[in-house]
C-alpha cells in the first residue's frame, strides 16, 4: 500500500484560542482610502503588463484593499500569456461581498504566492452558554469583532444561516448539515440557536463554539479562460466559495493553494460554501498539494453539464439547452430511467437566442439555446439529457497529493470523465468521496464519471453515518433503482479506509468496475450502527467477511453493475478498546 507524504501541512504555528487576534485590518478611512487607490494602480499595472506583451510583472509585498463588488472594481480580463508574482502580497476585500478577485477570458496566466481575504466576518462566531436538548435550543454569547453582517457589511439581528460546530479547543465537530434559525437579544450579545434538521449535535456542550455562516460571492473566480496557474496561494475567508471557475476552455491547474482558515488566529471558520467549485470548463483543471477545510459546503466539487432537449421540431430538428458544434456527436439518455435513447452526430447547429423554453418545475425553466439538426431521426421526450461531446465537461481532471478535512461535507463529483483522484487524505469528513451526477432541480451537472481512478487514498474519520466511497444516481425525481448503467470504467485501488464506522464502499450502475487492493478496516459494531449500515446489513447483495468481533460487517455494497471484479483487499476488524 503506498500513501505518499507529500500531504500538505497547515501552516499554523499556535494551538487555537480565543484569545489570538482575528487576522483582520483595522485601518483608519484615511489609511483605507490609500490601500483603495494602490489597488486600483496594480490592477493597472497587470492590465498594461499583459498589453505591452511583458512575460512577468512583479507586484511590490503590501497589502491592497479592493471592493469585492467584482462588476465595479476587482475584475481582469483578457489576459494573455503573464506571470504574476505576488509574494508577500495581500489582496483585502470589503463588502459588498459579492466576488472578489475574478478573471475574465484570460490565456496563459499564472498567478503565485497572492493571498487573498476580507476585512469583514464572512460568519459569526458565538459560545456556547447553555445546550437544551429537550427543546432542541442553543444559548449563545457573540465573540467579539463577530458579531453577524449581512453580504452588505450591515449588521443583522436574526435569520437563518448553515450552522457549524466547534470544541472548545477550536477543533470541528463532525455534524449533518444543520440550518439553524438565531435570534440575537436586546443586548446585542446573546443569542438563541434553534437548529433544523439534524438537530444538535451530541458532542456539543457548554463552552463550545457555534458558527454561522453566510452564502454569497467567490474569493477567486475565473471565467471563460483556458490554462490558468494559481501556485502558492492562500486563501483564507469567503463569504461563499472559496475557489469557482466556469465556461471556457479550462485546464487550470491549482498548486499548493491554502484555502483553510487563518492561521494564528482564534478564527473557526472559512468558507459560506463549497470550498473548491470547479464546473463547466471543457478540460477539467489539476489540484495538486492544496489543503481544502472550514467550509459550508463540498470541500470540493468537480462537474461539467448535461445538455436538455428543450422541443423537437421534427425527428432530426430540435432544440437545445448547452453549447453545440457541426461534427458533435451526443448521446441522449431518458431522464426518468437513465436508458440510452440513441446517439446521433450533429449537422447543423444554429444559436437560438429567442428558442423556446420548457418549465422545470415552479421556479426553474430549460432554455432552448441552440437549434440542432442531427443526422438520423430520434424519438426525444422533453428534457431527456444530452451527453455534450468534450464541451463543459471538465474531462481529464486530477486531483492529486491534497488534504480536505474538518467540514461535514465531501468531496464531491458531479460527473466528469476521464479523472484521476490520487493520493489524498481525507480527514474528519462528513461524507467521504462521492461520485454522482445531479439533474434534480435547475442543476444539470454531469456528464458521467466515466474512466475514473480512485487510487492510493487515505480517509480518516469520514463519513460516521453515511458512506466512505460512494457512486450513487440523482437523476430527476430523486434516488431510485435503475437497470441502466451510464457509468463505465471506474476503479477503485489501493485506498485506505481507517475504522470505518459507516459503510465503506457503496456502487450503482457501473459497467466496468474494477476494486483491488484496498486496505479497509471496519469499525467495532459495538458502537452505534450507523443508519447506512442497517439497510446494508440485511441486503444479501453486500459482499461481507467474518471477522474477529463475531458479527459479520459488510463492506462492499453493489447494485446494477456489470463486469465487476473484486480482488486482494484485506479486511481488518478493529476491537473495541483498541
Request: hydrophobic fraction near 40%; include cysteine.
Amino acid at each position: 500500500m503506498k500513501i505518499d507524504t507529500q500531504i500538505p501541512t497547515t501552516l499554523a504555528t499556535k494551538p487555537w484560542s480565543v484569545d489570538l487576534p482575528t487576522g483582520r485590518p483595522q485601518w483608519t478611512e484615511a489609511e483605507a482610502k490609500l490601500l483603495r487607490a494602490q489597488g486600483q494602480a496594480v490592477l493597472q499595472q497587470i492590465r498594461d503588463a499583459s498589453l505591452a506583451g511583458q512575460p512577468q510583472l512583479v507586484i511590490a509585498p503590501r497589502d491592497y484593499l479592493f471592493n469585492a463588488d467584482w462588476s465595479k472594481q476587482s475584475t481582469l480580463a483578457e489576459l494573455t500569456d503573464l506571470e504574476i508574482i505576488a509574494e508577500g502580497v495581500t489582496f483585502w476585500f470589503e463588502p459588498p461581498m459579492i466576488d472578489a478577485l475574478r478573471f475574465e477570458d484570460c490565456r496563459n496566466v499564472t498567478v503565485r504566492g497572492l493571498t487573498i481575504d476580507y476585512t469583514q466576518p464572512c460568519w459569526f462566531q458565538a459560545r456556547v452558554t447553555e445546550v437544551d436538548r429537550e427543546a432542541n435550543t442553543i444559548r449563545a454569547s457573540v465573540m467579539p469583532d463577530y458579531e453577524p453582517i449581512n453580504a452588505q457589511g450591515e449588521s443583522e439581528r436574526a435569520g437563518e444561516r448553515a450552522f457549524m460546530f466547534y470544541q472548545a479547543d477550536g477543533s470541528f465537530i463532525n455534524h449533518r448539515h444543520t440550518p439553524t434559525k438565531w435570534e440575537l437579544a436586546e443586548d446585542g450579545v446573546s443569542m438563541l440557536c434553534q437548529p433544523g434538521r439534524f438537530g444538535i449535535p451530541t458532542a456539543l456542550q457548554a463552552g463550545d463554539y457555534v458558527v454561522g455562516s453566510l452564502r454569497a460571492g467567490v474569493a477567486l473566480r475565473t471565467m471563460d479562460c483556458a490554462n490558468m496557474r494559481y501556485e502558492a496561494m492562500n486563501i483564507w475567508s469567503s463569504s461563499g466559495i472559496a475557489v469557482y471557475e466556469g465556461r471556457g476552455e479550462g485546464g487550470h491547474v491549482y498548486q499548493n493553494i491554502r484555502a483553510t482558515r487563518r492561521p494564528d488566529t482564534n478564527r473557526l471558520h472559512a468558507f459560506g460554501a463549497d470550498i473548491f467549485h470547479l464546473a463547466g470548463a471543457d478540460r477539467g483543471p489539476t489540484l495538486d498539494g492544496c489543503e481544502l477545510a472550514y467550509g459550508s459546503d463540498d470541500s470540493l466539487n468537480i462537474h461539467g453539464n448535461f445538455g436538455r432537449v428543450v422541443d423537437a421540431v421534427d425527428a432530426t430538428h430540435v432544440y437545445l439547452q448547452g453549447a453545440y458544434s457541426v461534427g458533435d456527436t451526443l448521446e441522449f439518455r431518458d431522464p426518468a430511467s437513465l436508458e440510452l435513447l440513441g446517439i446521433a452526430q450533429v449537422l447543423q447547429a444554429q444559436e437560438t437566442p429567442d428558442g423556446p423554453s420548457l418549465a422545470i418545475n415552479e421556479t426553474y425553466s430549460a432554455k432552448g439555446e441552440y437549434l440542432v439538426a442531427l443526422d438520423q431521426p430520434l424519438e426525444l421526450p422533453a428534457l431527456s439529457m444530452v451527453v455534450m461531446d468534450g464541451k463543459q465537461s471538465a474531462a481529464g481532471f486530477v486531483v492529486r497529493n491534497c488534504w480536505m478535512h474538518d467540514n461535514f461535507q465531501r468531496a464531491l463529483i458531479n460527473g466528469s470523465p476521464g479523472g484521476l483522484i490520487e493520493n489524498n487524505l481525507f480527514e474528519n469528513l462528513g461524507y467521504g468521496l462521492c461520485i454522482q451526477f445531479e439533474t434534480w432541480g435547475p442543476w444539470m451537472e454531469g456528464p458521467f464519471a466515466r474512466d475514473l481512478v480512485v487510487r492510493g487514498n487515505r480517509f480518516q474519520a469520514c463519513a460516521p453515518e453515511e458512506v466512505v466511497i460512494a457512486v450513487t444516481m440523482f437523476p430527476a425525481g430523486g434516488a431510485k433503482q435503475w437497470d441502466a448503467m451510464p457509468v463505465t470504467n471506474l476503479t477503485i485501488e489501493d485506498n485506505v479506509i481507517d475504522a470505518a464506522s459507516g459503510f465503506p464502499i457503496k456502487i450503482r450502475n457501473v459497467d466496468g468496475l474494477h476494486i483491488r487492493g484496498n486496505q479497509i478496516e471496519l469499525a467495532p459494531l459495538s458502537e452505534a450502527i450507523p443508519r447506512a449500515d442497517w439497510r446494508a446489513l440485511k441486503d444479501p447483495s453486500c459482499i461481507w467477511s467474518q471477522g474477529s468481533v463475531g458479527t459479520p460487517r459488510r463492506w462492499l455494497d453493489l447494485r446494477d453493475c456489470a463486469n465487476v471484479t473484486v480482488q486482494k483487499n484485506e479486511l481488518i476488524h478493529s476491537r473495541s478498546g483498541e
